[in-house]
């Protein structure tokens, strides 16, 4: 028998695998709906799937009911008033073509985990891993894992296939870390089912993770709109963005019109390319630690008729990212970070005999380059054949790599809106207890992110139809070359706006994780601490237990007649303390100027710490304002203080 327009579809999108339906007709559920899904209690239960487009579907859910019809591209969905009771329910849907039946639902609370790498590190790769894992199993714990996906639009529908499946050895050690622990800690206290949804992508900016309502409330509904225009017109789009990118070089380093290094005259002293791969691998002791811009250079020789042909630029991996030009001519900027990129040639472009192709490659992290493989760069023909280009670079060093360059924000980590589109917008209206967001790494020394994070919690609280919905903030934990006096630091900046943007809401929290980082290592081990104390949080939050939400935090500091400073905390579970030393260290007084901060002893007295004065003008006052600081004080929970900077006032 023939197999309908409606269960191809439905194979192709990811919703069952090929074998899973008979070739009748029958309907079936959306993974979110399907079996070993957790419904979230107390909230209006939303149940989807898929059909013959116009067909009727009856839907039981438990005792109640509903009858819905299917659009025109085979979806139906049917609304449930909210379900009190924990524990299992039985699901179904049943056509005139057949019945579906959902295994193993429950009604318990759901939780999302979302962030950059340190949310998506696995089990497996975090501390402990082999003993955590072999104890794991819990049927009443559910796990899924959004598939990785950047988007110019809204999807409806995941990249890829994906099920729930119940905690064990076999689903946990490919699971969030992060969001596991929390999941199994509140499975503890709450003695419900639990269901976790991950749904990160490691060195994603917060940008990327807010739709067009967010980035529209922050003044970027322009950035929405050439993403827009790129899902319908990439090369106009990518005209428009190499237009910016060009005119922010110009401004930013002052060259004149045609005289900028990406024309084919070009003279920047080009070398030979010894290798494709990062060129901290070359042996060029200039490029062993080297982050910044290297610009690349290739010429090749083409026939009137392939010139006159339409042709894909192929270009393997460019790390981080990479701008592109023909014959001085813009083509585009690599968008998926670290991807094979392939970009459309815009029609005129090439010319018979001589082109030169120039890349501009910006590395801010790590190794940078022309990655290849070489078997992936060419220059492709829509008749078939190819100018291979995996060999024959030459490079130059730029002598200037001006910051803040522009970057297409139709891009994975760096874009606006993208992951929102193919990683959350999916998820519907599900129902859900609580969020846990770690993510802020790739944010720091960027201006405004308190306004971002603000605007992201509305959007996902609309989308998720939960003006209360709680979220539960991870500051980031220590990282970076350890310091032995006062400076200024991008991650205490950081951790200290993460604070602030928490405050300012009350339906968030706070997870301290400042002394569970590792100075030499971004994506620390120690998860099951943290999951625990995102728990902590979540369970003030989200489900009212009376003990801080955040911690200790720091509320004022005053002026004491010594010249220093008296620090009152809110947020403490019982009194300060000091750990390995009777005086907090990590503390500064700080005078008007930015190099004038100094450090000096805290001494603890019961909830409040005092800083004697050293002599010295002080204004203002720091705590564990550094990348990768070492502190010593905590409230007897035990929860750490985290970074934070405080004027010093006159009174109470």
Known sequence: MKRSNWYITAVAMGFLPVTAMPAAAAPVFDALSGDHSVIQRDRPALIRGRADPGEMITITLGAATQVVTADAQGRFQAGFAALAKAGPIALSARSDKGQATARDVVVGDVFLCSGQSNMELEVRNAQDAMGQIRNSSDEQLRLITVPREAADQARQDFASAVSWKTASPESVPDFSAACYYMARDLRKTAGIPIGAISSSWGGSQISPWM??????????????????????????????????WEGWWRAATGDAVGQEPWQPGS??????????GPWEEWG???????????????????????????????????????????????????????????????????????????????????????????????????????????????????????PGAPR???????????????????LGAIGLKGVAWYQGESDVDLPGYADRLAAMMAEWREQFRAPDLPFVIVQLAAYGKPTTKPSESGWARMRDTQYRAVAADPHAALATAIDLGDPFDIHPGEKQELGRRLARSMRAVAYGERHSASGPQAAKAIATPDGGAMIEFLGLTGALQTRSAAQAIGFELCGQAADSCRYVGGEVEGLRIHLAGDGQPAVRVRYGWADSPVINLYDEAPIPVGSFELPIGTGR
């Open 211 to 244: 739709g067009e309502v967010a980035q529209a409330a922050i003044g970027r509904a322009d950035r929405s709109a050439m993403v827009t225009l790129h899902a319908s017109d990439p090369i106009a789009a990518e005209r428009a963005a190499s237009a910016e």
């Open 267 to 276: 003279t920047l002293g080009w070398a030979d390319v010894p290798k494709l």
């Open 284 to 402: 060029v002791s200039a490029l062993s630690e080297f982050n910044g811009m290297v610009w690349f250079r290739r010429e090749f020789i083409l026939t009137a008729a392939q010139a006159a042909e339409a042709a894909t630029l192929s270009l393997g991996t460019m790390d981080d990212v990479g701008r592109v030009w023909i014959n001085g001519s813009p083509v585009g900027m690599s968008a998926k970070a670290w991807q094979p990129t392939s970009l459309t040639v815009p029609p005129g472009l090439l010319k018979a005999g001589r082109n030169v192709l120039i890349i501009n490659v910006m590395d801010n992290y790590a190794n940078g380059g022309l990655l290849g493989p070489a078997s992936d760069m060419a220059l492709r023909f829509a008749d078939g054949g190819d100018v291979p280009l995996g060999d024959k670079w030459r490079y130059a060093v730029a002598a200037k790599s001006p």
């Open 408 to 426: 297409v924000p139709w891009a994975d980590v760096t874009g606006a809106g993208t992951l929102f589109n193919g990683m959350i917008a999916p």
